[in-house]
């Protein structure tokens, strides 16, 4: 029997995982832009109340807001990078469990087989073919439980540098728009704040709506969704940063 079973040390997950790297990538752009906005507002709003005082405020706005953007780029690709590489070492950790228990407890395996099989709709005779097919070939007995007992997708060795790479790339892209408007406001603290909100709460509601046309939802409930709670959440530290500084006013 694990004469039989041995080929499954050469199946290539990384092949396996190819038709699931799109979508995840799709996710991280999504993920790294949205952050980068959110984390990087709150910083440069914090940043421009507590420094309305002070003789130059957009140096520091914009000294703040490019060392925030750069932090945060850098560290949420490495989280990106650690979070994958952790993904798949789970994967291939219950590969090696399940194909232990193909071979030391194959009963056991082939009646899983049989219940996922009976959820949809197979039975009698041809709940007995199928099983009997299914068991037949290794691969396709693995992979059937893989992705429908323990409900695991295989992930390829290039997609934590892929995934770090582009959630790296899109914290940077998206952690610039809400400090773009300070690069030509001048020393308008007001102004610039005020725009840097418009520019950023318009483009949370784009990635809610983008995000909903290419799966599902309601792409304008879930671009209100996004930029709600992106304001909310920048908001947050612009009004700790204000009790701090006493009240400073902006005008």
Partial sequence: MATRFAFWRKVDED???????EPGLLADFILGSQDGLVNVLGVILGVAIASAKTANPIAIVLAGGLAATFA???????????????RRDHYLAEVERERREIVELPDVER?????????????????????AKITSK???????????????????????????????FAAVIGSL???SPFFVTGNNILGGILASLIVSGTTLFLIGWFKARITVGRPTRSGLQI???????????FAIAYVVSGGTPLG
């Fill in 15 to 21: 092949a396996l995982a190819e038709k699931h790297a």
């Fill in 72 to 86: 945060e780029s850098i560290s949420m690709g490495a989280v990106a990078y650690t979070s994958t590489i952790a």
């Fill in 138 to 168: 290794p691969k396709a007995w693995l992979d059937l439980m893989m992705s429908h007992e323990l409900s695991l997708a295989p992930v390829s060795h290039t997609q934590a540098r892929k995934s770090a790479a582009l959630v790296g």
């Fill in 177 to 179: 728009i809400p400090l």
């Fill in 111 to 131: 009646q899983e087989v049989r219940e996922i099989l009976q959820r949809w709709d197979f039975g009698g005779q041809e709940l007995d073919e199928m099983v």
């Fill in 227 to 237: 930029l709600l709670i992106g304001i909310a959440s920048a908001l947050a530290g």
